[in-house]
């Protein structure tokens, strides 16, 4: 059963602090998604990388925020340095141009900056 | 640019049907998806309809398309407890760009 994992599940950290997510996307797909769910905002896209490649980071605050695919089994979303405005559920999802326009959406980490 | 809306809310009653309701602006969508999102999990694709279907039904699920009205549906026939969550309409735009735009979610409550 391919799934897209991701870690940390949760994480608490103090304002200032940098903070690191980590994706494994589904073996095989070639698109990666991150997206930030908050109350307010609603699902908000931060970045998408197709073949690796970034593609779209228009939704990503620049200054701090950073977005990385190292290699085809992972993808990195960065935070440095972290502010309680962060705070939110960050979802990594997967996808393949071949089959389908379609995102297989992991389960999220949990951010809360204090 | 293009924009998805759904309504917030809703409440059924256990066994009833509930219909979740969805208007975009892109007339040059190519999919139109529906994705659920239990409490505490990401969200998991439900169903979804090509832009030259105007119905499809896949067991308890019947999504229809107006594409004159640029408008979406979906019905849960039956609903149960278990159907509680947040449904999110999204549509895929034509034109290669493969990033879709997704509503603020229908926050389904059935109730006894």
């Known amino acids: 059963d391919a799934r897209v994992t991701q870690t940390p599940r949760h994480k608490v950290t103090e304002m200032g602090q940098e903070v690191t997510m980590r994706c494994q996307p589904i073996?095989?797909?070639?698109?990666v998604f991150w997206y930030r769910q908050t109350m307010m905002q609603g699902l908000e896209l931060l970045a998408y990388?197709?073949?690796?490649?970034?593609?779209?980071d228009s939704g990503m605050p620049k200054d701090r925020f950073s977005a990385e695919m190292p290699d085809a089994t992972l993808a990195t979303l960065k935070i440095q340095p972290s502010e309680p405005r962060d705070s939110a559920v960050y979802f990594c999802?997967?996808?393949?141009?071949?089959?389908?326009?379609?995102?297989?959406f992991g389960p999220g980490t949990r951010l809360l900056v204090l | 640019g293009e924009d998805v809306e759904q309504s917030l809310f809703l409440s059924v009653r256990e066994g009833d049907s509930s219909v979740i309701n969805c208007t975009y602006t892109?007339?040059?969508?190519?999919?139109l998806y529906w994705y659920k999102q239990e409490p505490g999990a990401g969200l998991q694709l439900l169903t979804y309809?090509?832009?030259?279907?105007d119905m499809k039904q896949d067991q308890r699920l019947t999504v229809l398309l107006n594409k004159k009205d640029k408008h979406l549906s979906l019905r849960i026939a039956d609903t149960q407890t278990g159907d509680s969550a947040i449904y999110f309409c999204?549509?895929?735009?034509?034109?290669?760009?493969?990033?879709?735009?997704f509503g603020r979610g229908t926050s389904l409550i059935v109730h006894p």
């Open positions: 892109d007339s040059s969508s190519t999919y």
């Open positions: 999204a549509e895929y735009p034509s034109g290669g760009s493969y990033i879709p735009t």
């Open positions: 073996l095989g797909h070639n698109t």
């Open positions: 999802a997967s996808g393949s141009l071949e089959i389908q326009e379609t995102q297989y």
């Open positions: 309809i090509f832009s030259n279907m």
């Open positions: 990388f197709r073949n690796r490649a970034p593609l779209d």
